[in-house]
């Protein structure tokens, strides 16, 4: 269950990551909110009784949220921009794809 939660907030963030002024910059933050749903997939096929998982999922959520959240007030401003949503949505899969 957290980790469908996890991946459909980072989604929702990446989704709403529409545009920025630096094109390299927002497909950087991009490619790092991809990169903890790749994580938290990760961290999901392990198993969920051990301890030690427990606590990295929960640091990744709590990483991931807090860059979420910087994400969100850095980008509110252009959050309507189509093609800046669809490129987003292109990296999240092509990072998502390549996560093992």
């Given at each position: 269950?957290?980790?469908?939660?996890?991946?459909?907030?980072?989604?929702?963030?990446?989704?709403?990551?529409?545009?920025?002024?630096?094109?390299?910059?927002?497909?950087?933050?991009?490619?790092?909110?991809?990169?903890?749903?790749?994580?938290?997939?990760?961290?999901?096929?392990?198993?969920?009784?051990?301890?030690?998982?427990?606590?990295?999922?929960e640091e990744?959520q709590k990483?991931?949220?807090?860059?979420?959240?910087?994400?969100?007030?850095?980008?509110?401003?252009?959050?309507?921009?189509?093609?800046?949503?669809?490129?987003?949505?292109?990296?999240?899969?092509?990072?998502?794809?390549?996560?093992?």
């Amino acid at each position: 269950m957290k980790k469908n939660f996890l991946t459909i907030a980072i989604l929702a963030v990446v989704i709403s990551l529409s545009s920025c002024g630096s094109s390299s910059s927002f497909e950087s933050d991009v490619r790092k909110m991809a990169n903890y749903g790749c994580k938290a997939k990760q961290l999901a096929a392990k198993d969920q009784s051990d301890e030690k998982v427990k606590k990295e999922m929960e640091e990744l959520q709590k990483e991931s949220e807090d860059f979420s959240k910087k994400m969100e007030e850095k980008y509110k401003k252009d959050k309507d921009n189509k093609e800046m949503e669809a490129k987003a949505n292109k990296i999240f899969e092509e990072v998502m794809a390549n996560c093992k």
